[in-house]
């Protein structure tokens, strides 16, 4: 944000400042600043500065205030719902925005612990800034205005939770902006979402000593910081730790007994949904190494560019994937299937050692002993302790949504077995039956081993039942049978399910189909998959289509990532031809 050109600022009295580096918003207009508690009869603050250097350049202080305020609304106050195209959504003015306000609080916050003494290098002086200026700066209301920018600014987790924490640093030095019950909640929203999960628990505690009416949306707020905290275990876990090693965002129990224990102080009830959100936090850090398996291997084999005599190769393709400035043609090999006691259907009836002992044991038996996966265990203690009354609240009924996140849990932990009780026994027992998303659950759960047999098994009981599928129960099949290297029983499966149920998986399945069939070498498999796309483009609608299946094929034939051009590249990329006599 620093600017190396000189410039220098100067108030509308005509009175010089020293020279500064203040970013230019190309949003900026002059106007008039009118405080947030100042009544509207009254006139606005005339404390306009602006900025002048060589090039007539002018930039005023307040208007830093102005579009704080107008990045803090809905789409800039450009109208729009939140269901609505993005298109109006400007988060890069939000952005210029936030920075130019961090800019002039970093410039407060040097001041002031400094003793107004700074280096003017790169800093804005406004020492000729009148106190009621930096009282509207400073107040509740702009910083409460700054604090919802930052959230419209669509910026990284991790960067959302520096900022955040870096604010409250300086306003907390500067100690000139009251905390209000608005600003408090902003405060949480701002590091729930970036996943502060202390300062989240803090502002609860805070709002509880200040009497402060609870609401909802605050214990929203702060179950989202567990959420946001584990992104980084979600997406980076290392899979060949124990789920002792792992980090403590593992187990989240402590935290959200902190959050039930303030909603029972402020006589706030809990809620079946708050509960599935609590719940929902065990699934959300990641699938243990108990969950997975690699089951191929991406090899990039070199190949000469050209003969001994300088012509170019016969088989060197246009487009054709590159390492290191030269060809390279990409394969596929399978590796080993996973142990046996990974796989439901192989393990079925036979014992499985417990570590450590010469205990054996039902593999369902295994995994219902408390070490088979300490957050596990803790995730379904933490259920039962919501149906029994947890920390002073009363008891709740778990619901179809509970089932269902106990059930992802129980998959991202590799407890299969567990998972298959809880659809089979625990929920019709409890009077609940299981819909859509919980055998699409469980399904992705035994396609990560390669489980067929099994996954036959419950999609026959999902269609027994009358639960249409889904695509992402086509999806979960699919990758259930490229795992086990079955590309032809992929293809037939997507076509079979596109007959009879009108059901698409999502597009990328479409191209992972093409792409394993590509590396394995199987190229009469991946044209036959692009006879089935091309006889999607050709499809026209009828009176017996719903509107929904009318949609979802439109969008499918006017997918660029499945278009003619696309394909080709695609074919390209790893050395085979897509030749015109290819298409219809």
């Not at 925005?97 to 790169?122: A, K, M, P, W």
């Not at 509970?402 to 009077?431: F, Q």
């Amino acid at each position: 944000h620093i600017v190396n050109r000189t410039r220098r600022i100067v108030c509308v009295s005509g009175e010089r400042l020293q020279p500064n580096a203040l970013p230019r918003n190309p949003h900026f207009r002059p106007q008039q600043v009118r405080l947030f508690s100042q009544p509207p009869s009254q006139q606005p603050l005339d404390t306009n500065v602006v900025l002048q250097d060589d090039e007539s350049d002018r930039i005023r202080l307040d208007s830093v205030i102005s579009n704080i305020e107008k990045a803090s609304r809905f789409n800039q106050g450009k109208g729009g719902g939140p269901s609505g195209p993005k298109v109006l959504w400007d988060s890069e003015f939000a952005k210029s925005s936030v920075d130019e306000y961090e800019y002039c609080l970093r410039y407060f916050f040097n001041q002031h612990t400094e003793n107004g003494s700074i280096d003017n290098g790169g800093l804005l002086d406004i020492s000729s800034v009148t106190e009621e200026m930096k009282k509207l700066f400073l107040s509740s209301q702009t910083t409460e205005l700054a604090f919802r920018s930052m959230l419209r600014c669509k910026i990284p987790t991790s960067q959302l939770s520096r900022k955040a924490r870096e604010w409250e640093r300086y306003i907390g030095a500067l100690g000139m902006t009251p905390l209000t019950d608005n600003l408090s909640l902003r405060m949480l929203e701002a590091n729930g979402k970036g996943g502060n999960i202390g300062r989240s628990i803090t502002l609860l505690k805070v709002r509880k000593s200040r009497g402060y009416e609870p609401t909802r949306k605050e214990f929203v707020y702060a179950i989202q910081a567990i959420q946001s905290a584990g992104l980084y275990l979600r997406s980076n876990r290392n899979v060949y730790l124990s789920d002792n090693d792992q980090p403590q965002i593992d187990d989240p129990t402590r935290w959200l007994d902190d959050i039930l224990l303030n909603m029972n102080q402020r006589d706030f009830p809990l809620s079946t949904e708050l509960a599935n959100r609590m719940l929902n936090t065990y699934a959300s850090t990641g699938k243990s190494g108990k969950a997975v398996h690699y089951f191929y291997r991406v090899l990039r084999n070199p190949i000469d560019e050209s003969d001994p005599n300088g012509e170019s190769a016969e088989n060197d393709i246009e487009g054709m994937a590159q390492f290191r400035n030269k060809p390279v043609k990409v394969s596929m090999t399978m590796r080993p299937p996973p142990p046996y006691h990974k796989i439901p259907s192989q393990v079925q009836g036979k014992l499985v050692r417990k570590p450590g002992s010469e205990i054996k044991q039902l593999k369902l038996d295994r995994e219902l002993d408390p070490d088979w996966s300490p957050p596990l265990t803790a995730a379904i203690s933490f259920a039962d302790s919501l149906t029994q009354g947890a920390c002073g609240h009363e008891p709740i009924e778990l619901d179809l949504i509970s089932y269902s996140t106990l059930i992802k849990t129980c998959v991202n932990r590799g407890s299969l077995w567990r998972a298959m009780h809880i659809l089979d026994e625990v929920m019709p027992s409890n009077g609940i039956e299981p819909d859509a998303i919980a055998y699409n659950t469980l399904l992705k759960g035994l396609s990560r081993v390669g489980d067929a047999p099994t996954m036959k098994i419950y999609f026959n009981q999902m269609l027994g039942k009358g639960i249409s599928p889904t695509k992402e129960t086509v999806e979960a099949i699919v990758d259930g049978l490229l795992n086990l290297g079955d590309v032809g029983a992929a293809i037939t499966l997507v076509q079979d399910i596109f007959n009879q149920h009108s059901i698409l998986p999502p597009y990328t399945t479409h191209l992972k189909i093409l792409e394993f069939s590509l590396g394995r070498s199987l190229v009469h498999e991946a044209k036959r998959h692009v006879f089935f796309i091309q006889q999607l483009w050709k499809w026209e609608q009828n009176a017996y289509h719903s509107e929904k299946f009318c949609k979802l094929m439109i969008l499918t034939q006017k997918n660029p990532k499945l278009s003619r051009e696309a394909l080709q590249k695609l074919f390209a990329y790893f050395g085979e031809k897509l030749d015109d006599s290819d298409f219809l």
